[in-house]
């Protein structure tokens, strides 16, 4: 599923108009035309696609996720992905408790492009390259995050985070996917080299590495890096499935992933 697949943004169209749009053959801006009748969908809704399509083409090729971030339903957000996957930073965080307000964020990893780099409190773990990460890229994703990694990051380092954000706790509950991170991976069969570590363990691990163990911080680190890379994986595997789901039978007549210009070019 692509942004340019979808009509929901649109004031007036709801998931079954979408659908309808779809069912008869409209399935990609490209093909909607306002000089043709389209039976259920009115003059007024009509202009109304025609107008957001017209804004919307010349933000994607911006690369402009925040204005898409904006009008997309909260629960169709997920639609930005595809759009924006290679600009997409997926980041976990590792913490002395619960409470950002009397707790410490103690490592951060992010994986983008391949590549995960982790930042440690006390020796690189600053607000400006917390900032810099989340702020560089068109999209971040998380599990959680927007309760938790991000009220935690933000009191902390005093910073404020408004990149679009891709919290996969939600769309992984569109497709009856509960529990934490770690129980979701088994479930769509996501493995991981070593057994899981509780958020206990992690306390532990940062406490012993206060105490001189830098094997400890080894150890937190390699399990906050694999959280923040599977991420990705994650992500790939929602969207696909919520993207099956919503697009339904349609999907056997229809092409949603025709290509477009990336975004930003």
Do not use: Q, W
């Given at each position: 599923m692509r942004i340019e697949n979808s009509f929901i943004p649109v004031r007036g169209v709801g998931e079954r108009t979408e659908r309808r749009l779809w069912e008869r053959g409209i399935t990609h801006w490209d093909d909607f035309d306002r000089s043709v009748d389209v039976r259920g969908v009115g003059a007024t809704t009509a202009d109304r696609i025609d107008g957001f399509i017209d804004r919307a083409r010349d933000r994607l090729r911006a690369g402009d996720a925040a204005f898409f971030d904006d009008v997309f339903p909260s629960d169709q957000r997920w639609r930005l992905y595809e759009d924006f996957r290679t600009e997409t930073c997926y980041f976990d965080i590792e913490t002395t408790g619960l409470d950002e307000q009397a707790n410490q964020v103690?490592?951060?990893?992010?994986?983008?492009?391949?590549?995960t780099t982790t930042l440690v409190a006390g020796e690189d773990l600053t607000a400006e390259a917390v900032h810099d990460r989340l702020t560089d890229a068109a999209v971040i994703a998380s599990f959680n995050g927007a309760r938790f990694d991000v009220p935690f990051l933000e009191t902390n380092l005093g910073i404020e985070i408004d990149t679009p954000h891709l919290d996969l706790l939600y769309p992984c509950r569109q497709l009856g996917l509960s529990g934490g991170l770690k129980a979701i991976e088994s479930e769509i069969g996501?493995?991981?080299?070593?057994?899981?570590?509780?958020?206990?363990?992690a306390v532990r691990l940062w406490h012993e590495y206060e105490r001189g163990d830098e094997e400890a911080l080894e150890t937190l680190v390699?399990?906050?890096?694999?959280?923040?890379?599977?991420?990705?994986?994650?992500a790939d595997v929602v969207c696909e499935s919520l993207h099956r789901d919503v697009f339904g039978s349609v999907a056997g007549s229809a092409n949603p992933g025709r290509s477009e210009p990336a975004a930003g070019e």
């Open positions: 103690t490592t951060v990893s992010f994986h983008r492009d391949g590549e996501v493995e991981r080299d070593r057994p899981d570590i509780s958020g206990r363990d390699s399990y906050n890096r694999e959280d923040a890379r599977n991420l990705e994986t994650l």
